[in-house]
Nanobody, 126 residues
Framework: VQLQASGGGLVQAGGSLRLSCQAS????????MAWFRQAPGKEREFVTA????????DYADSVKGRFTSSRDNAKSTVYLQMNSLKPEDTAVYYC????????????????????WGQGTLVTVSS
């Protein structure tokens, strides 16, 4: 499985961005998927996860109410809508996929995902 993330860029605080992550195979429609981010000098951290159906979602406390994840399985693509961006959201954002059931072991951990995209940089200026 190859994942291609896109949509990052430079935005002012309070602005919005929409990230996309397209998978190379359609069977990913049955995978749990997630977004993680890594700021300079920090460890990669969980942002959000979404079940294969799209009905199950979870968010890190730091992004709740501002970020929304969704997916279009017909396009093998997941999205991350980011609103009310803050400078502390600046990071490289990675999408990830895994065939294990959403909510099972590791669903919000780096080790819980076997497939990773290359990352897309989001920079939020103050």
């Amino acid at each position: 499985v190859q994942l291609q993330a896109s949509g990052g860029g430079l935005v002012q605080a309070g602005g919005s961005l929409r990230l996309s992550c397209q998978a190379s195979i359609s069977t990913v429609s049955r995978y749990r998927m997630a977004w993680f981010r890594q700021a300079p000098g920090k460890e990669r951290e969980f942002v959000t996860a979404i079940s294969w159906s799209g009905f199950g979602t979870d968010y890190a406390d730091s992004v709740k109410g501002r970020f929304t994840s969704s997916r279009d399985n017909a396009k093998s693509t997941v999205y991350l809508q980011m609103n009310s961006l803050k400078p502390e959201d600046t990071a490289v954002y990675y999408c990830a996929a895994d065939p294990r059931i959403y909510g099972s072991s590791g669903w919000n951990k780096v080790h819980g995902y076997d497939y990773w995209g290359q990352g897309t940089l989001v920079t939020v200026s103050s």
